[in-house]
Nanobody, 121 residues
C-alpha cells in the first residue's frame, strides 16, 4: 500500500514563506516524477511544479522565481519551498507521485490528502 503524506501548510501573510514536505511510503518498486498540484475554491486542480527522478524541474508560470521544488531519492521525499507568497496562492496543495508498486504493476499516479495554504493580504 502506497501512501503520500504532506505537511507544512498553514496561514501566512502576503510576502511570507512556507515549506511543504511530502513523504512517500509503502510498497515502492520504482518512483518516477513527483510534483505539487493545487486547487483553489471553485477552480480546477492545476500543476504547480514537478521534478523528474533525474532532477529536471517544471514550474507553472505563476510561481516561477518564487517556488522551488526539490526531492531526496534516498528518502522518497519531495519538498516545495514557497516564497513571496501572494493571496492568489491560497489553495489546497496536493503531493503527486508516479509509482510502480511492484515489478508486475505499471505506473500509477498517487496523491496525498492535501494541505491547506492560506495567504492573507
Amino acid at each position: 500500500q502506497v501512501q503520500l503524506v504532506e505537511s507544512g501548510g498553514g496561514l501566512v501573510q502576503a510576502g511570507g514563506s512556507l515549506r511543504l514536505s511530502c513523504v512517500v511510503s509503502g510498497s515502492i518498486f520504482s518512483l518516477n516524477s513527483m510534483g505539487w498540484y493545487r486547487q483553489a475554491p471553485g477552480k480546477q486542480r492545476e500543476l504547480v511544479t514537478s521534478i523528474t527522478s533525474g532532477g529536471e524541474t517544471n514550474y507553472a508560470d505563476s510561481v516561477k522565481g518564487r517556488f522551488t521544488i526539490s526531492r531526496d531519492n534516498t528518502r522518497n521525499t519531495v519538498d516545495l519551498q514557497m516564497s513571496s507568497l501572494k493571496p492568489e496562492d491560497t489553495a489546497v496543495y496536493y503531493c503527486n507521485a508516479q509509482i510502480r508498486a511492484s515489478a508486475t504493476k505499471w505506473w500509477k499516479d498517487y496523491w496525498g490528502q492535501g494541505t491547506q495554504v492560506t495567504v492573507s493580504s
